[in-house]
C-alpha cells in the first residue's frame, strides 16, 4: 500500500487524537489548517489551536486563514500536493476546497450517522438520554455531515457519563477509525454507503447556546439529569438560585417524597442541596457559583449558606 499525502484540518482538542495517529501511520501529514490565533484570558493574549500547538511540535507546516476562499490560501493549499484532505472537527469547508484532492476530503463525526448531525453531537446524544452512539468517517459534500459514510464504529453511552467522559473515549476511538478510513482509500477498497433517508425526523446536534444550558425543573427529572451529565464538564448546565447563577456538574435522583412546586429547594445547609422537578427531586453534588471555582456541595457549604 502506498502512504498518501495528507492535508490535516482541525481545531480543538478532539482533533489532536487523530492528527497524532495519522503522522504515526505509514502516511504522511504534510500541512496542517487550523483557526487563526484567538485572544483568551483576562490579558486577551492571542492563544493558538491545540491542533496548532500538536503541529507545532510535531514540526508540520500550519496554515492559519482567515477566509477559505482566499485565493493565496488555495495556492498554497494546492502546493502541497496532497492526495486527501481529512478534517476533525473544523468548520464548513467550500467546495473549491473539499473537491481540491484526488480522493477527495473525508470527516469523522462524533456520532452514528445519520443521528446527529451539527455541532454538539456529544452533548445532545446524553441530554437526550441516548444509551449508544459512536463515531463515522464520511465524504465530505456540500450539505452539512451528509456525505456518504465510509466507515462507523458504535460506543455505548453508560448511565454515569457525561460529556467529558465520552468526549475522551470518542476521540481515541475516532483516531483509530481516521487511520483505518485512510489507509482503506490507499489501498483502493474503501466502499460508500449512501446515508440512509428515513420518513421519521431524525435527532440533530445543533450549536448550544446560553439558553439551551438552562435547567428547566417542570420537565423530568430524568432530563434534568441527562441535562446535566450532557453539558458537563462544558459549557455545563446552570440555574438560578435565589437570584443567584450556578454552574451545575453533577447531581443524582434523591429519595425525597414530598410534592412541592418544580424549583423547590430543600437543603440542610451542610451536605445536601436538591430541587424538585416536575415528577421528583435531583440532589445536587458538584457546582460552581458565579465567579468562584467548581466545587462539592459540601465545600460550598463550608463559607455559604442558601
Known amino acids: 500500500m502506498k502512504g498518501l499525502r495528507i492535508v490535516f484540518m482541525g481545531t480543538p482538542e478532539f482533533a ?25 484570558g483576562r490579558g486577551l493574549l492571542l492563544t493558538p489551536s491545540p491542533v496548532k500547538t500538536a503541529a507545532l511540535n510535531l514540526q508540520i507546516p500550519i496554515l492559519q486563514p482567515e477566509k477559505l476562499k482566499d485565493e493565496n490560501f488555495l495556492d498554497q493549499l494546492r502546493g502541497y500536493r496532497a492526495d486527501v484532505f481529512v478534517v476533525v472537527a473544523f468548520r464548513m ?28 453531537p456529544i452533548n445532545w446524544a446524553i441530554m ?5 452512539t459512536g463515531v463515522t468517517t464520511f465524504r465530505l459534500k456540500q450539505e452539512i455531515d451528509t456525505g456518504n459514510i465510509l466507515f462507523s464504529e458504535p460506543e455505548p453511552i453508560y448511565p454515569d457519563d457525561d460529556a467529558g467522559s465520552l468526549y475522551e473515549r470518542l476521540m481515541q476511538k475516532g483516531s483509530k477509525l481516521v487511520v483505518k478510513t485512510v489507509d482503506a482509500i490507499a489501498e483502493g477498497t474503501a466502499q ?19 439558553e439551551t444550558c438552562e435547567l428547566q425543573f417542570t420537565s423530568e427529572s430524568k432530563k434534568c439529569l441527562n441535562a446535566i451529565r450532557g453539558l458537563s464538564p462544558y459549557p455545563a448546565a446552570w440555574c438560578k438560585i435565589h437570584g443567584r447563577i450556578f454552574k451545575i456538574y453533577k447531581a443524582s435522583a434523591s429519595s425525597r417524597q ?25 440532589q445536587l453534588s458538584e457546582l460552581q457559583p458565579e465567579g468562584k471555582k467548581r466545587m462539592t456541595v459540601e465545600e460550598f457549604f463550608r463559607g455559604n449558606k442558601i
Not at 476530503?105 to 462524533?110: E, K, Q, Y
Not at 437526550?128 to 449508544?132: H, W
Not at 460508500?192 to 446560553?210: D, H, Y
Open 192 to 210: 460508500e454507503i449512501p446515508q440512509a433517508n428515513t420518513s421519521n425526523p431524525l435527532p440533530v446536534a445543533p450549536k448550544l447556546f446560553k
Open 258 to 282: 414530598q410534592i412541592e412546586e418544580p424549583g423547590t429547594i430543600e437543603t440542610d445547609q451542610k451536605t445536601k442541596l436538591e430541587i424538585r422537578c416536575q415528577d421528583g427531586w435531583i
Open 16 to 40: 489532536v487524537a487523530s492528527l497524532h495517529a495519522l503522522t504515526k501511520s505509514q502516511h504522511q501529514v504534510v500541512a496542517v489548517v487550523t483557526a487563526p490565533d484567538k485572544p483568551q
Open 128 to 132: 437526550n438520554g441516548e444509551t449508544e
Open 93 to 120: 469547508l467550500p467546495e473549491v476546497v473539499w473537491s481540491m484532492p484526488e480522493f477527495g476530503t473525508i470527516n469523522l463525526h462524533a456520532s452514528l450517522l445519520p443521528k446527529y448531525r451539527g455541532a454538539a
